[in-house]
């Protein structure tokens, strides 16, 4: 895309010049716009950035280690992978109202990049994957993958409380035109078109009370889940897709045995922008399948929901 190309050297040349010799750090989520944010910021001041890649416990099956190696192998960054599930995960236990969670996790989230930033020396900068949108209408997330501190992680101040300065390359774009420069900038087609995933990860996806055992068995039942998705090539016609592990348990039988396991709930919505969706209408030999696949391929889960609310009046995450 010329048009592209030419913003993308207009932007390397704005950021050297407000950067200079200087240090930055970024954080990483995983996400299109801090990934664009990081991608775009090494290749114009390279080895003077250093990204942070928080790991709270709570990413999704195999995550982290295919967002570092993906990192790693392509792109060639100072990457620090900062496995805090432990703390993270032992802040959480025993809470279950959804806004506690997020707090919890919001509040720890700052603790941690403070401690790793602390770390590297003359850092005055942080890059930030600030929208458009962001920037017009100071939304407490964008409904995107975004994840810049403030929207990520709904918690201001961080840059000032730490003393840095801000960058932000993406302020002018729209997030189309974020994912064609995410091409532009070599990231994997299967990386540009990921659904939305929320910064609290699947604290929000494991109604009431946390646990290793309930996570373990979420992974697991959410990637048949989304394999089944794109097997039957329906992953880029859906905005969001994914299970939540409901907090109780129901009676089945399976084999010459009774089981008493927990209940998934699978949820599939299209959407625009987050704000509104409707549920995704998949067809009954889908829904089976996929339930008989869970099933089967899941221990712990021996019973599954199909989510049929639209938004509103529901919202697109169960907490
Ligand atoms: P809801 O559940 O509010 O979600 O309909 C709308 C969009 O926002 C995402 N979401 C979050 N993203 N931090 C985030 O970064 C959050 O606390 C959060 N809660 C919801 C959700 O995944 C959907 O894309």
């Given at each position: 895309d010329w048009t592209m190309g030419a913003y993308r050297e207009e932007m390397i040349a704005k950021i050297r010049e407000q950067v200079g010799d200087r240090q930055v750090i970024c954080a990483l989520s995983g996400g299109v716009d801090s990934s664009v944010t990081g991608i775009l910021l090494h290749e114009a001041i390279g080895d003077q950035l250093t990204c942070v890649f928080v790991d709270h416990g709570l990413l999704r099956l195999n995550e982290a280690e295919q967002v570092v190696k993906m990192f790693r192998d392509n792109y060639n960054l100072n990457l620090i992978h900062a496995d805090e599930s432990d703390l993270f995960l032992g802040a959480l236990e025993g809470v279950s109202d959804p806004e506690v969670k997020r707090k919890t996790i919001g509040k720890l989230f700052i603790d941690v990049f403070q401690k790793y930033a602390d770390q590297i020396e003359g850092a005055e900068f942080l890059a930030q994957g600030t929208l458009y949108p962001d920037v017009i209408e100071s939304v407490?997330?964008?409904?995107?993958?975004?994840?810049t501190i403030k929207s990520h992680h709904n918690v201001g101040g961080l840059p000032e409380k730490m003393g840095l300065k801000l960058v932000e390359p993406l302020r002018e774009l729209f997030k189309d035109e974020v994912r064609t420069l995410g091409r532009e900038l070599g990231l994997p087609d299967s990386f540009i078109g990921r659904h939305p995933f929320p910064g609290p990860g699947l604290a929000i996806r494991c109604p009431g009370e946390i646990t290793r055992d309930k996570l373990e068995i979420l992974r697991k039942a959410d990637a048949v889940y989304i394999d089944q998705i794109r097997k039957h090539g329906l992953y880029d016609e859906i905005w969001q897709a994914f299970a939540a592990i409901l907090p109780m348990r129901t009676v089945g039988v399976m084999g010459d045995g009774r089981t008493y396991d927990y209940a998934l709930a699978l949820r599939a919505v299209t959407s625009v922008d987050g704000m509104t969706a409707d549920y995704y209408p998949f067809t009954h030999e889908f829904l089976g399948e996929t339930s008989t696949r869970i099933i089967n391929e899941v221990k712990g889960i021996n019973r599954v929901f199909y989510d049929c609310t639209s938004k509103p009046p529901g919202t697109i995450e169960l907490e």
């Open positions: 407490s997330f964008s409904g995107g993958p975004s994840v």
